[in-house]
């Protein structure tokens, strides 16, 4: 079947006209044929889509409160809890219209799969903005991922983490950090964004901003012109025209540098950024029997003290799911052999060390730390109790770890994960991921 | 005040996380928000597991009751959407039996469930989606948007449609099925435009 032929047969499939030999000889495409799937699911997509469009939010009356009562009813729940099933009911389908047909909030935002961030609100109680929502006063802080803002106004920002902002008004965005990009319709002119460093009002326009801790501030003019002001010194204020960028410069002034649109995203990204393991032991070399002061492979001791082994879940104390040997601590720390394991420190990503714990059935845990380094420079640690529970070895330290222009000397320097433990600490499963970032420190 | 802290993927479970056995007022409210807030994607899955029938909305309203019903056997620690999910697809199982019963000729369950799990959306895919619907809607010739506008508006068969529009069957199936191409071709575009500048 070629590609038409599977369309036109989709298209009969949804406009409930294939019948017969047709229908069978669809099916088995779409049994045998991954592409007709994925046609199969884009032709069901725009068919739910087109629907909703023409239906709107009256096919999505949540659910019919008179057919909800009569069933409680039939439940035998109480009067009383009726009447608050019904006012939820109505406040649950006065929200779905109220989305659709009142003026919009201040400012709507959406997230890229996998974003991390938390939300504070100035509001609280029955005013709080509810839902992905911001209002004057509301407080985003991005720590990975990717945030689309809508303002009522049309301004559209697109903000890459690591960011944190602040809405002030519908026309003032605070960005204490971040990398975010603005499209700004001419009804909106006016718009401003504020920094540490800088403000910009837009005077219709397409722009972008980076602003980052220990880096100066920069704005990129993508069409039209904006008016920038540095807050620093001299406070030297000029207007930046399409094709232009500029960085804070020396005394509050300003210094031209090339336009970056790459630095930018104008679109919310589909997808996930997608780990990539670098670095994955759970200790099964060299592979013992019983409990050892065998070092595992690929690690060296750290500490004058050798508090440190291998042991193997046929000594009968532990149960580790992660293979069937474990690396104990009882007050030594073990560090990666720079021989075996030799990545070196790049500044465009976010570094993920998890590491999972767990305790010998007859003797309980204590602090385990994890750490993890740039030649002998501690970038980043975790420590935690581990927990009586922990037999099972389900309990993850994690710690997460972003450079910034400060770690700026320490790229290219080796890479290493130390492991420090006491009172018989097992480890095991240690993984090392990295998501790369688009935003460069490099100029 | 910390309202939420979330990852996009979990942020249902957060939510929902301290709901417990009994539903006090404020979880009931979160509850009903839960529903809410899945419901395009619900009615999107609907219709992947039910091409050509009618009875999508019956099928939500149901499903939206049964969640309802059993809100209180909803374990915090799960995923709602996986949880409505499930639901739904017990409920369109039920519905397709009583249409194949009456005759009708469709794909069998297995693969229609191996499809619209292939095709599952969450809540925020979906909006994107519709947003880049309307924007390719206004990529087609006017002729072109009236037509599909007008399909989806009727929402008869695709015969009473060609009475109503004085146009052959075959000319009318060519047409949209020529409009469906470019609009999917083009909402794709859209959508991968953003995986491809990450």
């Known amino acids: 079947m070629n590609q038409r032929e599977l369309e036109m047969q989709l298209q009969d499939l949804f406009e409930g006209r294939l019948t017969g030999d047709a229908l069978k000889e669809l099916q088995h495409e779409l049994r045998t044929n991954p592409e007709a799937k994925d046609a199969y699911c884009d032709y069901a997509h725009l068919h739910n889509a087109m629907q909703l469009r023409n239906e709107g939010v009256d096919s999505l ?14 439940r035998s729940f109480r009067t009383a809890m009726l009447a608050s099933v019904a006012a939820l009911i109505i406040a649950g389908v006065v929200m779905a219209l109220f989305a659709a047909r009142t003026p919009p909030p201040t400012l709507r935002f959406a997230t890229s799969p996998g974003t991390e961030l938390s939300i504070s609100h100035q509001l609280t109680g029955e005013g709080a903005p509810e839902g992905q929502v911001l209002e004057p006063g509301s407080r985003i802080e991005l720590s990975l991922g990717t945030v689309e803002l809508e303002f009522a106004s049309g301004v559209r920002g697109i903000i890459q983490g690591p960011a944190a902002m602040t809405l002030r008004r519908e026309d003032l965005l605070e960005l204490n950090e971040g990398t975010a990009w603005f499209e700004v319709p001419p009804d909106a002119t006016g718009f401003k964004v504020s ?13 972008g901003i980076r602003s980052r801790p220990q880096a100066p501030d920069e704005v990129h003019v993508f069409s039209g012109k904006v008016e920038i002001l540095n807050r620093k010194g001299v406070k030297k204020q000029l207007e930046s025209t399409t094709g232009q960028a ?49 070092k595992p492979s690929g690690w060296l001791h750290d500490l004058p003290t050798s508090q440190t082994g291998l042991s193997n879940n046929d000594s009968g104390k532990l149960n580790t799911p992660f293979g069937s040997q474990v690396m104990w601590s009882n007050g030594g720390a073990i560090k990666t052999n720079p021989l075996s394991f030799s990545e070196t420190l790049i500044g465009n990503a976010t570094y993920t060390l998890s590491v999972n ?69 097992q480890f095991d499963n240690v993984r090392l991921e990295i998501i790369p970032t688009k935003i460069s420190g490099a100029r | 005040m910390i309202a939420k802290n979330v990852s996009t993927a979990i942020a249902e479970f957060v939510v929902m996380a301290h709901i417990g056995m009994s539903l ?27 091409p050509g029938m009618d009875g999508v909305q019956d099928v939500l309203q149901e499903t939206n009751l049964v969640l309802w019903e059993k809100r209180e056997k909803f374990k915090p620690a799960t995923h709602f959407q996986a949880w409505a999910f499930a639901i739904a697809r017990y409920e369109v199982k039920a519905h397709r039996r009583k249409a194949i019963a009456l005759g009708l000729a469709t794909l069998d369950d297995d ?61 009318l199936r060519v047409s949209l099925f020529r409009i469906r191409a470019a609009l999917r071709k083009c909402i794709n575009k859209e959508l991968t435009r953003g995986a491809l500048d990450s």
């Open chain 1, 61 to 74: 009356n949540v659910i019919p409160m008179d057919q909800a009562i009569q069933r409680d009813r039939r």
């Open chain 2, 111 to 171: 693969l229609l469930e191996e499809l619209s799990e292939r095709g599952e959306q969450r809540p925020e895919e979906l909006e994107h989606r519709l947003r880049s619907l309307d924007k390719c809607l206004g990529k087609l010739q006017d002729k072109e948007r009236q037509l599909i506008e007008h399909r989806y508006f009727s929402g008869a068969t695709l015969e009473a449609f060609s009475a109503e529009c004085g146009r052959p069957v075959d000319s």
């Open chain 1, 195 to 207: 920094t540490p460093e800088i403000v910009v009002t837009d005077l219709g326009t397409e722009f």
């Open chain 2, 24 to 50: 006090d007022a404020s979880q009931q409210a979160e509850f009903v928000g839960q529903i809410t807030r899945h419901q395009q994607a619900l009615r999107a899955y609907i219709v992947s597991l039910m």
């Open chain 1, 357 to 425: 714990v767990g305790r010998r059935s007859d003797v309980h845990g204590g602090t385990c730390t994890i750490e993890l380094l740039a030649d002998d420079t501690v970038l980043a640690s975790a420590s935690e109790a581990v927990a009586n529970s922990s037999t099972d070895f389900s309990q993850v330290v994690r710690l997460v770890f972003t450079p910034d222009e400060s770690h700026r000397k320490l790229r290219g320097k080796t890479l290493a994960i130390r492991l420090k433990g006491e009172v018989q600490t």
């Open chain 1, 246 to 294: 500029h960085m804070t410069g020396l005394v509050g002034r300003w210094q031209e540098i090339p336009l970056r649109r790459d630095y930018f995203l104008s679109e919310l990204p589909k997808t996930a950024p997608k780990p990539l393991v670098i670095f994955e032991d759970s200790f099964e070399n060299p592979s013992i029997t019983g409990l050892t002061n065998t």
